[in-house]
């Protein structure tokens, strides 16, 4: 199976299975089109605007990346040992160190930090023990991602340094190592507090929407006040502390500013570097949930976002946009590609009471609750129903050019909009679409435009 695509001068073909991707020229973009047709017909169709001789050897070259497994290869994938035979065991813990917060963010899935349910913060003890259940039970894996979550994680912040330094004393233990994640608002941090996720965090998300009216409709305090005048001086901040530790300014666009790629620019403006926008993904009938008809405004600013991320490349004004890192070399693993997060499997959510949920968008959710830390307890039933909700079970995936890159989407949006995590969110699934096309033009925009400036 192939994809094609064409964006300003650039002939894109993506084979699918292999990962491969060719930038060729009209005619054998048309040729890898219209391939089935036979090499008669081919030369007989393209007769009217090259002669025979050169229809043919581009034919040859199609061929050869045949040959060489990069054009028209076949899905094998299925039916691998590797993929077939796989025990998933838990790699990642998102750990719920606060079900409260200090913010009212109108979109926020977790109800504003309380998971319909009492707000709570996780005592130290509990915890550790979730740090122990993953160490004890994460096979002969040696990196532990674990992202300590709300909520707002600082208001637990005593916690989370007793719970991250527990951590550290079980890595010689069970020869692990644990790499730690904060994804915070922002509101508390201060300098002691930076210092200490500087120190410990091997990545810190922060949440900011963008422009100032942007964030602060859909971002206010408790009160009802903005936040903005209050978190991006303290971001700068942290940034500026964190020299080259990974970090992320992760915002949420909705319908209200369908023009998001302004608030990427804004980002940039703001001296932000790494940057992530995501699609909210809400009820319908929410005024600020994405439609289907929003799609062609979205896709306009993904291709903004694009072009300016060109421009930009090699200079001090130069970004990163998390939705266009592709790895164009097909680097995870098969059991990635096919099954995508490994929520459920290799991946949980822990609750402040040690309840255990898939991932954190579950969270709540009586019908997912797989088990307790304290009662070492675990739902296998659960776990299967996800271990066996890959591309391949899931019809709509297994004909679609992108499954590779987004391994079947999120599990979370297929069952908050179908119900059923084998039925991806179609809105969703457009836009990773887009994305990945958008991804792959801009990686080959860079390579060309290098390729001419060493040329000159």
């Not at 098969?334 to 255990?356: F, Q």
Request: charge should be negative.
């Amino acid at each position: 199976m192939i994809h094609q695509f064409q964006k300003d001068d650039l002939n894109i073909v993506l084979d699918i299975s292999s990962g491969a991707i060719h930038l060729v020229d009209p005619l054998v973009y048309g040729l890898i089109g219209d391939y089935d047709a036979g090499k008669a017909a081919l030369l007989e169709k393209y007769a009217a605007l090259y002669n025979e001789a050169t229809v043919l050897e581009a034919l040859e070259e199609i061929e050869a990346l045949k040959k060489a497994g990069q054009l028209f290869t076949p899905d094998t994938y299925e039916n691998n040992i590797q993929f077939k035979n796989r025990k998933p065991v838990i790699k990642s813990m998102c750990l719920h160190v606060a079900h409260d917060c200090n913010l009212r963010c109108g979109y926020c899935f977790a109800s504003q930090g309380d998971y319909q349910g009492s707000r709570s913060l996780m005592s130290a003890e509990m915890g550790k023990k979730a740090l122990a259940y993953l160490a004890r039970n994460s096979g002969n894996h040696y990196n532990l991602e674990v992202d300590f979550f709300g909520g707002e994680p600082l208001m637990n912040f005593e916690a989370v340094k007793e719970i991250a330094a527990y951590g550290r004393s079980l890595e010689p233990l069970y020869n692990k190592r644990f790499r730690y994640t904060m994804t915070t608002n922002g509101v508390l941090l201060d300098e002691e507090i930076m210092d200490y996720l500087n120190e410990e965090m091997d990545n810190v998300v922060m949440s900011l929407d963008g422009r100032k009216s942007v964030n602060d409709r859909m971002r206010p305090g408790l009160r009802g006040e903005g936040s903005y005048d209050t978190i991006v001086p303290k971001f700068k901040a942290m940034v500026a502390k964190r020299g080259s530790k990974d970090y992320f300014i992760r915002g949420t666009f909705t319908r209200f500013n369908l023009d998001f790629a302004e608030d990427a620019f804004h980002y940039r403006d703001l001296g932000f570097k790494s940057t992530s926008l995501e699609p909210v993904v809400t009820e319908p009938q929410m005024k600020y949930a994405i439609q289907e008809e929003d799609l062609p405004k979205i896709f306009s600013e993904y291709e903004r976002l694009a072009e300016e991320m060109i421009r930009t490349h090699g200079t001090p004004e130069a970004f990163s946009f998390f939705h266009f890192n592709l790895d164009l070399e097909q680097g995870p693993c098969i059991i990635k590609r096919l099954s995508g997060c490994g929520a459920g499997t290799e991946y949980i959510a822990v609750t402040p009471e040690g309840d255990i949920y898939p991932c954190h968008q579950f969270v709540g959710n009586d019908e997912m609750k797989m088990g307790n830390i304290l009662e070492e307890t675990w739902d296998a039933d659960i776990s299967l129903t996800f271990k066996n909700a890959h591309i391949y079970n899931k019809p709509s995936c297994r004909s679609c050019w992108a499954r590779f890159y987004c391994s079947g989407g999120c599990h979370a949006n297929a069952y908050n909009f179908n119900g059923d995590i084998t039925i991806p969110y179609e809105i969703g699934c457009e836009m990773e679409k887009k994305r990945i096309e958008t991804a792959i033009y801009v990686q080959a925009r860079i390579m060309t435009k290098e390729e001419g400036d060493h040329d000159r």
